[in-house]
């Protein structure tokens, strides 16, 4: 933690507004990976695309989500035995 700062109290992160909610998702993106879950051996996830409000929530977006079908995602096709290998 960097000097002179300390850490929130859980009551203090609890009165965050939504939007300063959709701000620390935005500005901390990188640093987020969604677990979506588990399909035999393989563990889905993916990064944070966007956050905004959607009425009184806050909507977090994947990557995955701005794909037109999830199955464009390599971790998708290899899940469910559909990723083609390149021809060599």
Known sequence: MA???RELTPVEIKDFTLEQLRQIFEI???DISVY???HGRV???SEIESACLNGAIVQVNL???ALVDVMEDESF???FGE???DAA
């Open 77 to 79: 096709q290899y899940a």
């Open 43 to 45: 563990c889905l996830s």
């Open 28 to 30: 901390r993106a990188a």
């Open 63 to 65: 990557e995955t989500a």
């Open 3 to 5: 000097e002179g700062s």
């Open 36 to 38: 979506i879950g588990i």
């Open 83 to 85: 990723l083609q290998e």
